[in-house]
């Protein structure tokens, strides 16, 4: 799958398309008014599912890589699997969130489906303030996605440790990964250790400080940011002149070369987790380390889930590379559940 070399042109086709295909419905259920663009709200309007895509795991089985939309700016949902949750047929619970957050959250699950799936199709179906939005999970040939490397740049995801030197985890979620345990109203510090090797070819020199690519960002691990001097939000940015030919906005400033940031997957209903921070700053002089607080409000199991984008941006700029998630759980116990 190639890149535009266009990014206005890149952003309005997902838009249209990546977030359109989301907003299909299902026979006799209510739609969500269009364009989407039209629907945000601070609250009292849908979450949608959104299909990025699929592709063949290392053992020949298909993973369907589906995510979500939550068109309320002020308003989470949590939903358990049931009939406002529901993937089937085999369903209501494929393991999808029972938490919605606000915002496009890009493929936070990855159903594991038989390399004999052929012409079968799964339907997610969320049910939010009134509407009832669905989008059909299939293995169509131009729904193939490419979340283990960009053939353009070869370019791969991000490495989620956690613990110097154990295992590596990149890609798209599969399975849980760190269990934790702790108690009501006591934070709880969570540590990984993340790396990013950046893209290898067809990267275009700037005159800035480090390289940068697709929509003008840089590239690297924690050790790279740390070569080019960059750790921010303005790692690997060119002049303005590379700015322009990329038809960015004066003033854009890309995504940092490697970013960490924290997410609930799962909870109790109405429960309460707290970030601090969401998104941990990252120590490149020590292999990546960076190290969250969560504290829980309510006692009860939870899935916690933490994703780290390299210089591709949320979604991989919406061809799903280059970005890791994992989940964690965590039992939360005193309190009343």
């Not at 795991?57 to 068109?71: A, E, Q, T």
């Not at 109203?185 to 020199?205: R, S, Y």
């Not at 790279?224 to 303005?240: I, L, N, W, Y």
């Amino acid at each position: 799958m190639r890149r535009s070399a266009v990014v206005g042109v890149l952003i309005v086709a997902l838009a249209g398309t990546v977030l359109g295909r989301a907003g299909k419905q299902g026979v006799g259920q209510t739609p969500s008014s269009l364009p989407l663009s039209q629907t945000i709200r601070e609250r009292g309007t849908s979450v949608t599912p959104a299909y990025e895509g699929w592709y063949y795991d290392k053992d020949g089985s298909i993973r369907l890589l589906v995510g979500y939309f939550n068109r309320n700016t002020k308003q989470e949902f949590d939903i358990p699997a049931g009939p406002n949750n529901r993937i089937e047929p085999g369903g209501p619970d494929q393991g999808q969130p029972t938490h919605f957050q606000t915002g496009r959250q890009w493929g936070v699950l990855a159903i594991k489906v038989p390399k004999e799936f052929g012409q079968k199709k799964l339907t997610w179906t969320i049910v939010a303030n009134g509407f009832t939005n669905s989008i059909t999970l299939h293995t169509q040939a131009d729904y193939v996605v490419e979340p283990f490397e960009d053939a353009a740049s070869k370019n791969t995801p991000p490495k989620i440790m956690f613990q110097p030197g154990g295992p590596a985890f990149t890609g798209p979620p599969t399975d849980t990964v760190a269990s934790y345990t702790t108690a009501v109203n006591t934070p709880l510090a969570l540590t990984t250790w993340v790396t990013d090797e950046g893209p290898k070819i067809n990267v275009p020199e700037t005159t800035g400080r480090g390289r940068g690519r697709g929509r003008g960002r840089g590239t690297g691990d924690a050790g790279a940011a740390g070569a080019s001097g960059a750790t921010g939000a303005t790692g690997g940015r060119g002049p303005r002149g590379d700015l322009a030919a990329l038809g960015l906005p004066e003033g854009f400033t890309p995504p940092p070369p490697i970013a960490v940031k924290w997410a609930v997957y799962r909870q109790p209903a109405g429960a309460t987790v707290k970030f601090d921070p969401a998104g941990p700053p990252i120590d490149k002089d020590n292999g990546g380390k960076n190290t969250t607080n969560a504290t829980f409000g309510t006692a009860g199991e939870y899935t916690l889930r933490v994703q780290v984008n390299d210089s591709t941006g949320e979604g991989g700029g919406g061809f799903q590379c280059c970005w890791s998630n994992a989940y964690v759980k965590v039992n939360v116990t005193g309190g009343t559940k």
